[in-house]
Each structure stands twice: as structure tokens, then as C-alpha cells.
């Protein structure tokens, strides 16, 4: 089976680039076709013994460091550029560049052409009205974005029309595939490698399975009861979107210690906020990462309309529970007062009562470390390779 690879560009590395990872992994020949990399990136150095083709686009000065982004309208010519016709299946990973609809058939019974399964990260969250890292201040830069992004809404949707078959990453973005693109998709949940925190960071993903090992050798240093678990955990990029704000007010009001992983545009913003009880951790390791998972009393995901959210199910992988905002995919990966609780608004309010029912649980017992770390193994790497192949291999057919 020739398959071949379709990936936004190698720009950073987050949650959309270790599914591409695994990806790898299930069909190591597979060529990564990608609009652009940016050499000096975490992406690239994870792929750089890939075969990877760049688009024209490569060669154009400053465009993979800054002008992609204005220049998105070019990325109809950017995929347009390739030819995937010695393919039997293109597996397009699509998130923010609108990489679907890649193969281009001369009829709709054209047999000579590759099949295209798309797996959808999210439609562009900046199409359709979702919550962004990037704001625009700027009159004008706003004027040019929203004309841009009309014609960018018009194609998208007309890229997706030509996919063949659709996957989702969660419930939540099947639900925007059918609402958006009007096209049924099957939802196949990424594959939770422990320790994704953002595209700033470095280092080999590690497994859930290798994850467990690691903190149950943390357990062996100390007993369960010797185990700190005396302050909440947040893990990253700190950008408006994650609502990381909201975090630190409320925890250095109520003077809870709060341990916040990550870099960001935000970071002085939030430090300037913040009590003495919040502690700003920046890079960190995977091993100390792993400490901070296992060692927590509970994590915190407060983003907008999350698309799945990994670090949730990273926390949990160490049976931690998670208190989170009942949107997007959080809905899909917290089970109420199982494994965390949900709150229905993002104000210091309600946070407060949720860590305040969290406590109470807390000191009757309730939260069961064990049922939580089994809640994770549904999300692990074996199971989406598993469900990816068997679903391509069974399109093929």
C-alpha cells in the first residue's frame, strides 16, 4: 500500500505533530509532503529523517518564519502544487492550513487517483469563530483578515467536499465537520502521549505505558500517603485562548499554591497578577513533568471550546483528576465527579465553587487514583494505531 503524508508544515511542534508521529510510526515509508518547515524548529528536527517534500513555498524568503500567515490565501496554490498520483492513499492531517482536498480527481469515478482520509484536527478555528492565540488590535490588519478569511471559508469548504473520508479527533470536532463542512466523519481519538504540553517542547514524546512506569518509580520513592499532592497544576502555552488568567487570579485570591508549566505571549501579564502561591515554572523535563502530573492534587484546563485537549488525559494518566470548563473536548475526557468535575462558566466565581466541591470530595475519599489512571488507557498510542489502520486498510478495500 503506497501511502503518502499531508501535514499543515513544520513550523513547531504540538499536539497535531505527534499525531503525525504516530502516523509515522503505522506507515514508516510514507513520504510527509507539508507546505513548509522552518529548519531551526522542534518539527523539523523530529522529522528531518523523513523524506519530506515542501511545497514552492519553501522558497520563498521569510514566509515559513512570518508571512504564511498573511499570505494565506496562497495555500490553494500551495497544495494544488503536488502530485499524488502514484499514491494508493493520501492521509491528510488538517488543522489550521485547510490540508484537505488534495487530490484532485478529473471525475468523481476517476479510479487512477489515491483515496484521501482526512483526519481533522479542527476546522481553522480562525474561520469559524472559535477562540485563537493570535488577536488583532490593529483596524486595519482586522479589515484585511476578516476579506481574507471569506475567501479562505469559501475554499475550505470546498476542499472538504473533495475528501473522501473524514476522521475526527473527538465528538467536538465531528460535530463542526457536520455543522461546517456538512460531511459525516468517525471519531478516532489521538493518541495520548504523556507530556504533550505545547509546540515549545523539546525531547522524545513519552508514552502513556513508559509514563506509568516512571511515576509508579516516583511512588516507590514515597508512600502514597508521603506524596505532597498540595497544590494544583497547570500545564500550557500561556495565550488568552487557555484562559491560564483565570488560574492564577483565582488561586492567588484563595491562596492555594498553583505550579504553571509553560512559556507564552501572557507569561509577564500573568506574572504581574500573581500572588505569592503561584509558582512559574517555564521549560521543564520530562521526568520533573512527570513528578508535577503525579504529585498534584488536582489539573486544571480552563481553554475555550478545546478541540480534545491532551493534558488532561496526561494528568489523569497519573490518576490525578481534573477540574476543567465543560466545552469541547474536555466534555469527552472528564467524567463527572469520576475522574474530575466540569464547570459551566469560565469566571472566578465558578471556578472557586468547583475547587471548593473538589476539596470536599477530596476529604471524603472520593477521588480513586486507580479508576482514574484506567480511564486513561482508553486514550493510548496502541489503540490508535490499531483503529487507524484497520479504518484506512478497510477504505482501500
Known sequence: MRVALVHDYLNEFGGAERVLEVLCEIWPDAPIYTAFYRQDSDAHKRFKDKKIITSWAQNVPFFASFLHSPLRFLAPLIWNSFDF?????????????????VVKRKTTNDKRMPIEVCYCHTPPRYLYGYSTAKKYNNPLISAYALLVNHFMRVYDFEAAQRVDWFIANSREVQARIKK???????VIYPPASALSVGEWRAGPPVEVKKFEIRNENV???KTKSEI?????????RLVGAKNIELAVEVCSKLNLPLKVVGVGRDEDKLKSIAGKSVEFLGYIDDVELAKLYAGARAFLALAEDE???????????CGTPVIAYAGGGYKETVVERKTGLLMEDLTPGALTIAINNFVDMEKKGLWKRDEIRKHAQKFGKERFMREMKKFVESKLK
Not at 180 to 186: A, I, K, N, T
Not at 228 to 236: A, I, M, Q, T, W
Request: overall charge negative; glycine content about 4%.
Open 228 to 236: 505532597p499532592r498540595d497544590y494544583f497544576l497547570v500545564v500550557s
Open 307 to 317: 478541540d480534545f485537549g491532551i493534558t488532561p488525559v496526561e494528568a489523569m494518566t
Open 180 to 186: 461546517f463542512y456538512r460531511r459525516e466523519s468517525v
Open 85 to 101: 498520483s502514484d499514491f494508493d492513499v493520501v492521509i491528510t492531517s488538517a488543522s489550521w492550513y485547510v490540508t484537505k482536498g
Open 219 to 221: 511512588s516507590h520513592r
